[in-house]
């Protein structure tokens, strides 16, 4: 498939891709894993005080502008879900430039755990835009010496420093310390092209995660009746059996599954950023609200 040609929508392209950064206001739980519950008891620090940790953080004066898009991203129930933890190492995918989950796991992780910044490799960057320039690093928190910018919030001071790394490079150096990697909306660039890089990059989140450590992926779900070519990730959804799948290929277990970020409402039959938050004008769109999306939590068996 030939290079995206569609320039001038280079922004809505970014809305989609996890924490829509240039936009400050854009952007059914379980049990905690067990072994997520146990390592709590072990360090002195139970359920509660990390889900009343993560509330505070949430609810913090600071995301105010950011708050509008709580109700369709479901922040706490999502990374309560996923069995984040504060004490973890953790991995966001595409995290944007000053991005919206950013926003929340930099203060969730600072005192106790760490943060690591995931981007595309410029092979992948180049395919996605005919015109890729210096420029777009920066705007595209493409430039893994800068992390720690991309990932820093105001008036928080990470105990560790902020890493980054490309999604088809993470250093041996950093295999089996990481605890979890976060997906959002950040998987069908990888379905996408001639040759895929959802296999390279899966390889390397495997390699990187602790045993026992998570997966979680919010993604735009499209339908399981949808062609190949609708749900290859150019319209930015796919198929939540394709997504299994290439998790199960690396070695992953499927471990839950929820519907907290589902919406009904989107028939999932046309161009994602079609949608809020990229698209505000248009009174249908607007209706519809935010992607369905698929929420699932993988794990690397221990």
Known sequence: ?????????????????????????????????????????????????????????????????????DDWRHPEETLTFFGVQPDMTVAEVLPGNGGWYSQILTPYTAREGRMIGLTYPDSLWVQMFSSWSEDNYERFGADITQMHRYLGVDGVEPAQPVLGYTIDNIPDAENGQVDAVLFFRALHHLFRFEDPMIDTALVEVYEALAPGGLVGVVQHRAPEAATAEFASGNNGYLKQSDVVAAF???????????????????????????????????????????SDRMTLRFRKPA
């Open 1 to 69: 498939m030939k290079a995206m040609g569609y320039v001038s929508v280079m922004a809505l392209v970014l809305a989609a891709c996890s924490n829509e950064a240039a936009d400050p206001v854009s952007q059914e739980t379980d049990e905690i894993a067990e072994s997520g519950m146990e390592s709590d008891m072990e360090s002195g620090t139970d359920v509660a005080t990390q889900s009343t940790q993560l509330a505070e953080v949430i609810a913090h004066p600071r995301r105010d502008e950011r708050r509008a898009r």
């Open 248 to 290: 199960e290929r690396a070695g992953f277990v499927l471990e839950a599954s929820s519907e907290i970020n589902a919406n009904p409402n989107d028939p999932a039959d046309g161009f994602v950023w079609r949608l809020p938050p990229t698209t505000r004008d248009n009174p249908d769109t607007q209706a519809i609200g935010e």
